[in-house]
């Protein structure tokens, strides 16, 4: 499990609530003014996990105001910009004379260095959503172009947007899969995709160095292969031809990571058939069309690359597993 800060107003006595949770909000992204007319019981938990530079936030909470003044941001500027990703509830910035509401569909971005205020929630309905804290530093494009990305409305229905989404909403759902040490990595994989999103965005792709460009494009492309581990024609060629680059390109984007892409799909197909193979609902499911669901059209193919990874054979893993005779 990543390492997390966990806060729950339930934890705390109602008067205490409201204060504490804007001290917790304040240190992870800048100093604020909250508003809300639920302050007197206040309701919110939160979720902080360190990925290194880099934050995420899971939070609910009651319908408040935020506001990022001039004279906070004279008194401390972090130079971080928040990303928000809202899940239920709505979510509106002001900016001067703009506003503009949020939904699912699309990321909120705010600028320590800017004023802004940010309704979140609506009425008596709470607000869920998660937030991704980068420092601005880490981001490699232009400062003069950064400045324009808190004025665009970002889709996570594609492309990059849709893969940081799916990112965010995984560690939202928990981190067990992962250790402490892993969440530097995380980071650099949130600031590849949001770098990428925002270059996209901002028609700035050729600002990226390369290094961004390259690990943004492994995301995508270890997306694409999740998509479709169930085709049996899923190879480096077809994988390289989706993404417009050559084989030979694709295998050097691969070098400086743990496996080749063909090992990486390999082992994917025979993790995702392991977990179905112990799952008592698909316990009537004969091993080889688990198999051929993940790839595997040969059964004899399976069992041996099955017992290979796992050191025993797949009817007897699912013997164990399920506690029943296939």
């Given at each position: 499990m990543l390492s997390e800060t966990v806060f729950r107003s339930d934890d705390l006595p109602a008067a205490d609530r409201f204060d504490c949770w804007r001290e917790l909000v304040?240190?992870?992204?800048?100093?604020?003014?909250?508003?809300?007319?639920?302050?007197?019981?206040?309701?919110?938990?939160?979720?902080?996990?360190?990925?290194?530079?880099?934050?995420?936030?899971?939070?609910?909470?009651?319908?408040?105001?935020?506001?990022?003044?001039?004279?906070?941001?004279r008194q401390s500027d972090p130079e971080g910009l928040h990303v928000s990703l809202p899940l239920s509830g709505a979510l509106r910035t002001v900016r001067g004379?703009?506003?503009?509401?949020?939904?699912?569909?699309?990321?909120?971005?705010?600028?320590?260095?800017?004023?802004?205020?940010?309704?979140?929630?609506?009425?008596?309905?709470?607000?869920?959503?998660?937030?991704?804290?980068?420092p601005k530093a880490l981001l490699p494009l232009p400062r003069n172009r950064l400045d324009h990305v808190t004025g665009l409305?970002?889709?996570?229905?594609?492309?990059?947007?849709?893969?940081?989404?799916?990112?965010?909403?995984?560690?939202?759902?928990?981190?067990?899969?992962?250790?402490?040490?892993?969440?530097?990595?995380?980071?650099?994989?949130?600031?590849?995709?949001?770098?990428?999103?925002?270059?996209?965005?901002?028609?700035?792709?050729?600002?990226?160095?390369?290094?961004?460009?390259?690990?943004?494009?492994?995301v995508r492309i270890r997306a694409f292969v999740r998509d479709h581990l169930h085709d049996p024609n899923l190879n480096p060629g077809a994988i390289a031809a989706a993404h417009h680059i050559s084989r030979s390109y694709l295998y050097r984007l691969f070098e400086h990571e743990e496996q080749s892409i063909s090992a990486w799909i390999r082992g994917q197909r025979l993790e995702y058939a392991r977990r179905d193979l112990a799952e008592p609902a698909l316990g009537a499911t004969p091993i080889h069309a688990i198999a051929a669901r993940w790839g595997f059209p040969r059964a004899a193919d399976f069992t041996r690359a099955f017992r290979s990874?796992?050191?025993?054979?797949?009817?007897?893993?699912?013997?164990?597993?399920q506690g029943f005779p296939e």
């Open positions: 304040s240190r992870t992204h800048a100093p604020l003014e909250l508003r809300s007319d639920h302050r007197a019981d206040f309701r919110a938990s939160q979720r902080v996990l360190d990925l290194g530079a880099v934050s995420v936030w899971p939070t609910t909470f009651q319908p408040v105001c935020f506001r990022r003044s001039p004279k906070l941001i004379e703009e506003e503009t509401e949020y939904g699912p569909d699309s990321l909120c971005v705010v600028d320590t260095s800017r004023t802004v205020d940010v309704h979140g929630g609506d009425g008596s309905l709470p607000h869920s959503g998660v937030g991704l804290e980068v409305r970002l889709s996570v229905r594609e492309g990059f947007g849709a893969l940081l989404r799916q990112l965010l909403t995984q560690l939202a759902r928990g981190t067990d899969a992962y250790k402490p040490a892993d969440g530097p990595r995380l980071g650099s994989v949130a600031v590849d995709l949001l770098s990428a999103l925002f270059a996209q965005a901002l028609e700035a792709e050729n600002a990226l160095p390369p290094e961004t460009r390259q690990q943004a494009l492994v990874a796992y050191g025993i054979p797949p009817r007897d893993y699912r013997q164990g597993a």
